[in-house]
DNA sequence: CTGTTAGCGCTTTCAA
DNA sequence: TTGAAAGCGCTAACAG
């Protein structure tokens, strides 16, 4: 056990007394002391090996610079959460910008309520990021009511929490976008989950406007229901290729589900691009590994936890925020799956 | 802001004193007090909504009641891992079942030092689990003798640190066991990495005794190096679809590494596993979805994590550590890329 | 059974 | 310039 050098001892070896240890060490403004004093201090505490104790120090400062990350996923879900790297990395990378440890506290749903709530009552941290919050979640309110400081990342119309999250209706246009710049026309959709979920609903609704706004008529039978695994998306897809005539083009809300639907065609004669284009929405890592690489949309899990902390940290600091409900962009990543790279290669 | 409720105004409430109110509510042993007092104090708790403050909490008691998880990789390598979330999930979720938060650092390797051992000497956690430990870290050493709680998720030979890692050499003998069993003779392999990282040279240690042990002679001229990525791999497969006779089978030692090299086999008339059997390393998400799903060897990344985290506590907890070393299981895992299923469907 | 009291290690007025 | 002293909120000996 590493004994612990305390303030006291440094100030004793220095021969002054502890005050002036922390004033010197903290580099306190207004305090003038003698560059003798100075350089004796800094030596005793380096030769003491001295490191402040950031538990007392949390005490007497009443913030512990620390912000929580809660996850309300099932353990299977963080298992196969692929972005999660990405937010995490974004979230603990501007949190150490701003002098923020990160804890990660993944909360199971079924673990109700009192699980995370502590973490701010209890004054482990001093705001949380809520990563997929829920609208049946009864302790968010109150705990948002007791004046906790939290960011939410995903949607809650009914509360009124800052969030952070994905444009999925801009995300999806820009997909059918890209489908009716290289000339489709039939373009059939797989959604990436039920319509209860809002990413699943504002991608369809994206892909239903960039329709329209093309003149083009929205034909609910091109539309099928993904189901977030790749199983969901092999069966869409043999629906699809059921009909007559078939659809040109393929926009697959999710590249999880895209992988399923590659599946079912490649037990097809039909090729892709040639045949029928396809298109995807994330950008999950495999996507460049795939045969062939799919096309798809950009999701910034990156900017997503950046953005989360920035917006967290802003709010413990008292700052005032400017949009409470912030939208990342997303971008089109160009490959092989719809065909606009033909006459590049 | 929740202006605090301390326990002095609970104890006011309840008409008893502070002590008595942390007795009760910490539901100390020993101490027999009258069931009217311990419900009067209770229902001032609940009524007053107290929550005992973490902070002074840790002040008294010496400990923090968390770990870190620190990260030695650059974001990048953050990132791309494949294995974050499980390795996050196993040791976060053994933490919180014994009572413990988990902060999460990556520190990249440029940041030299200083950054991760504030971690323990200002004592913000009680111990670390660091994965990706280098032996040029300068200052792993010098915490470790000052005694910081560490376990290491990988390996460092020259230091003697508590360290929890996969069974390399035993999973590379799986694979080619499994290649043995359905015939295969002449088998090549694709390293994951160069042979400086320790896995990748137990992982070819691996596949040269399972050889041996079936009596086939080492051939160098089969091995051929990976280097992380699919590129990598799609060279080396390149190089050993040039040899005459042909390999009859591929160890690929990474599967991000052999989806390169499938990528190579795609672009010949060879099939798999018909005319070249294919067997990964590390069941990454996207084994399954490839075309064809790809036989391999399973990383117990999850076990990581939670062993980790079981050591690390124990560490912490003062309890004797059996083995310091510690080795986990890998597992075939049966797809279809070596053929092993044709008679089954 | 319950209250008094002394800190944990640090920051920070207020004096000297 | 520097030092003395007062807590931050809680736990835990030690009395009563």
């Given at each position: 056990?590493?004994?612990?050098?305390?303030?006291?001892?440094?100030?004793?070896?220095?021969?002054?007394?502890?005050?002036?240890?922390?004033?010197?060490?903290?580099?306190?403004?207004?305090?003038r002391i003698s560059e003798e004093t100075r350089t004796r201090v800094i030596e005793a505490?380096?030769?003491?090996?001295?490191?402040?104790?950031?538990?007392?120090?949390?005490?007497?400062?009443?913030?512990?610079?620390?912000?929580?990350?809660?996850?309300?996923?099932?353990?299977?879900?963080?298992?196969?959460?692929?972005?999660?790297?990405?937010?995490?990395?974004?979230?603990?990378?501007?949190?150490?910008?701003?002098?923020?440890?990160?804890?990660?506290?993944?909360?199971?749903?079924?673990?109700?309520?009192?699980?995370?709530?502590?973490?701010?009552?209890?004054?482990?941290?001093?705001?949380?990021?809520?990563?997929?919050?829920?609208?049946?979640?009864?302790?968010?309110?109150?705990?948002?009511?007791?004046?906790?400081?939290?960011?939410?990342?995903?949607?809650?119309?009914?509360?009124?929490?800052?969030?952070?999250?994905?444009?999925?209706?801009?995300?999806?246009?820009?997909?059918?976008?890209?489908?009716?710049?290289?000339?489709?026309?039939?373009?059939?959709?797989?959604?990436?989950?039920?319509?209860?979920?809002?990413?699943?609903?504002?991608?369809?609704?994206?892909?239903?406007?960039?329709?329209?706004?093309?003149?083009?008529?929205?034909?609910?039978?091109?539309?099928?229901?993904?189901?977030?695994?790749?199983?969901?998306?092999?069966?869409?897809?043999?629906?699809?290729?059921?009909?007559?005539?078939?659809?040109?083009?393929?926009?697959?809300?999710?590249?999880?589900?895209?992988?399923?639907?590659?599946?079912?065609?490649?037990?097809?004669?039909?090729?892709?691009?040639?045949?029928?284009?396809?298109?995807?929405?994330?950008?999950?890592?495999?996507?460049?590994?795939?045969?062939?690489?799919?096309?798809?949309?950009?999701?910034?899990?990156?900017?997503?936890?950046?953005?989360?902390?920035?917006?967290?940290?802003?709010?413990?600091?008292?700052?005032?925020?400017?949009?409470?409900?912030?939208?990342?962009?997303?971008?089109?990543?160009?490959?092989?799956?719809?065909?606009?790279?033909?006459?590049?290669?």
């Amino acid at each position: 056990m590493p004994k612990k050098v305390t303030a006291a001892e440094v100030a004793e070896v220095a021969g002054v007394s502890r005050t002036t240890v922390s004033f010197v060490l903290n580099n306190v403004p207004g305090m003038r002391i003698s560059e003798e004093t100075r350089t004796r201090v800094i030596e005793a505490a380096h030769k003491l090996g001295y490191h402040p104790d950031a538990t007392a120090r949390r005490m007497v400062s009443g913030k512990t610079s620390v912000i929580g990350f809660v996850l309300r996923q099932s353990p299977d879900q963080v298992f196969a959460d692929h972005f999660l790297p990405q937010v995490l990395s974004g979230l603990s990378q501007y949190a150490s910008s701003e002098g923020y440890y990160t804890l990660f506290a993944p909360i199971p749903l079924d673990d109700n309520s009192d699980g995370y709530t502590r973490l701010v009552r209890e004054r482990h941290v001093d705001g949380i990021v809520l990563s997929g919050p829920r609208s049946d979640d009864e302790e968010l309110p109150k705990i948002h009511a007791e004046g906790a400081h939290i960011v939410l990342v995903g949607q809650l119309p009914s509360l009124d929490i800052p969030s952070i999250d994905v444009d999925n209706v801009g995300g999806a246009k820009q997909a059918i976008q890209h489908l009716l710049s290289l000339g489709h026309r039939r373009i059939a959709m797989i959604t990436n989950a039920p319509l209860a979920y809002t990413a699943s609903a504002d991608r369809r609704a994206g892909y239903r406007q960039a329709l329209e706004e093309a003149g083009l008529a929205y034909d609910a039978n091109l539309v099928r229901m993904g189901d977030f695994t790749p199983q969901s998306g092999y069966r869409a897809m043999s629906e699809l290729l059921a009909l007559r005539p078939l659809p040109e083009a393929v926009f697959v809300a999710s590249d999880t589900v895209a992988l399923g639907a590659m599946q079912a065609i490649r037990q097809t004669d039909l090729r892709i691009p040639q045949d029928l284009a396809l298109i995807g929405f994330d950008d999950i890592p495999l996507d460049e590994y795939v045969d062939p690489p799919l096309t798809t949309i950009h999701l910034p899990a990156f900017g997503l936890g950046w953005g989360a902390a920035e917006m967290l940290i802003r709010l413990i600091s008292g700052e005032e925020i400017r949009t409470r409900q912030v939208y990342l962009d997303t971008e089109l990543v160009v490959r092989d799956s719809c065909g606009a790279n033909q006459n590049k290669s």
